[in-house]
Nanobody
């Protein structure tokens, strides 16, 4: 059983930055997803277990960066130039098969952390 714990969410003004962290051990593909009120959970970014491959949703490309430090068992999501439409609960998730953007392909999920961007 893999336990994922997110941290780093909060309230920030548009144009600001936040860094989310997810504590996770093991050789898993790690993804970040988000869910805004009344919307489906959507893919944000994913990173391979060794950090060699990363992919992003078009809506965050160039603004967000996913990374991992396996020595610290932590995955990060650096979010810059935040917009009000980035407001959502952000989740990290893990799977042990392949890089994927689809939420059902992930076996383990954190509890989520709220990110609110004010205009």
């Amino acid at each position: 059983q893999v336990q994922l714990v997110e941290s780093g969410g909060g309230l920030v003004q548009a144009g600001g930055s936040l860094r989310l962290s997810c504590a996770a051990s093991g050789r898993y593909v790690m993804g970040w997803f988000r869910q805004a009120p009344g919307k489906e959970r959507e893919f944000v970014a994913v990173i391979s277990w060794n950090g060699g491959s990363t992919y992003y949703a078009d809506s965050v490309k160039g603004r967000f960066t996913i990374s991992r430090d396996n020595a610290k068992n932590t995955v990060y999501l650096q979010m810059n130039s935040l917009k009000p439409e980035d407001t959502a609960v952000y989740y990290c998730a893990a799977n042990n098969r392949r890089i994927d953007w689809r939420p059902p392909e992930y076996d383990y999920w954190g509890q989520g952390t709220q990110v609110t961007v004010s205009s």
